[in-house]
């Protein structure tokens, strides 16, 4: 509260100096009679790295609901909950006066701030900004990703997830780490990331599946971000909580889903996924000179009844 008073009083301040500016530019008057805000040319220039990235925009969203939602509202239209009190008002994000300025130009005004907007430069990195903006883009044309709806078929969801996984697994074994498993690996990070909370269950249901589907993502992220690296380590966070999901709420697929463990990989525990069916599919790189190396650890049979083996 006391942040936001003081921003109100500079915020007063402020419109003194555009009242004042007003007088000394007289009838130049476009400048003065809106307050235009902008950024210098050089900054203005600046190519927005992420601009297309699905991870990005998402990261941007969790940015933007923790550092500007307050002023600039859950649509950017400058409604937030702390927006009353403000003068001048935080802008609308969608209007045409934001779509038509550069991504460089957003850039430095977040950066940069004006009162009673504060300035983001010192307490958020450079990419983060960069998402932000990126999330800003999709805000004005209407396709921001929306607020994840509860999930009220935790199983058919879980299906969903798995089908993609499955996708991703073969992509691996047939051609490794290229264009095509990262574009799914994309595509399984945002349907993840696009499930809301369980809508039925208990509590302990419930936080397991929160944690469960945020590690799906997670691991699918940290493929994307993974560039050329061996993409085993996060492409294991997916199958372990994919496991989870599975053995407490069951999947729709057709056949048997299992869990195989290829022994001889990147150290003594050996590296672990779930595939379909009894032949052993080793999706890792080491998979294509032992494509035999896998043990099945347990299979969860359609319709999802467990069958353990020690
Ligand atoms: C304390 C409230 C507040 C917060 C928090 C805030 N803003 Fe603002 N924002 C404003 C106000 C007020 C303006 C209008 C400033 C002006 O025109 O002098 C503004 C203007 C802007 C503009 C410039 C629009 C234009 O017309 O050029 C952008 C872009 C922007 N905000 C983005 C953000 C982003 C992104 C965040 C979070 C990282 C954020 N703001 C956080 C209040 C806020």
């Known amino acids: ?5 003081t921003q109100k009083s500079t915020g007063k301040l402020w419109a003194l100096a555009v009242a004042m500016m007003f007088t000394m530019v007289g009838t130049d008057g476009l400048v003065a009679q809106t307050g235009d805000w902008k950024a210098p040319r050089r900054s203005a220039r600046k190519r927005n790295p992420m601009r297309k990235d699905a991870s990005a925009v998402l990261a941007g969203k969790a940015i933007y609901n923790q550092n500007c939602l ?3 509202g859950n649509t950017g239209k400058g409604d ?57 883009r999709r805000l004005e044309n209407g396709t921001a990703p929306a607020a994840p709806k509860p999930v ?34 994309s595509k399984l990070a945002r349907t993840a990331s696009s499930m809301g909370e369980l ?20 691991g699918a992220n940290q493929l994307l971000a993974a560039k050329n690296a061996e993409p085993v380590a996060a492409f294991e966070i997916i ?24 022994k001889m990989g990147k150290d003594k525990a050996g590296s672990t996924w779930l595939q379909k069916g009894k032949k052993v599919m080793n999706p890792f790189p080491w998979g294509k000179k032992m494509p035999g190396c896998g043990e099945e650890l347990k299979s969860y049979a359609p319709p999802a009844k467990i069958k353990s083996r020690p």
């Open 239 to 262: 199958t372990k909580a994919l496991d989870s999901l599975v053995r407490t709420f069951g999947h729709g697929e057709t056949e048997a889903v299992s869990l195989f463990v290829c």
């Open 70 to 72: 307050a002023c600039h």
């Open 152 to 185: 009220t078929d935790a199983r058919s969801s879980v299906t969903s997830l798995l089908d993609q996984y499955f996708d991703l697994q073969s992509q691996l074994k047939v051609s490794g780490w290229d264009a095509k498993a990262r574009g799914t690996a």
């Open 1 to 5: 509260m006391n942040k936001l008073m």
């Open 199 to 218: 809508a039925k269950g208990d509590k302990k249901q419930k936080a397991l599946w929160a944690a469960q589907k945020a590690d799906v993502a997670r």
């Open 80 to 136: 937030g909950p702390a927006s009353a009190a403000l003068n001048p008002k935080p802008r609308d994000l969608t209007s045409p006066q934001v779509i038509k300025q550069k991504d460089g130009e957003l850039y430095w005004k977040i950066q940069n701030g004006r009162s009673p907007m504060p300035a983001f430069g010192s307490s958020m990195s450079r990419k983060q900004i960069w998402q932000v903006v990126s999330y800003l």
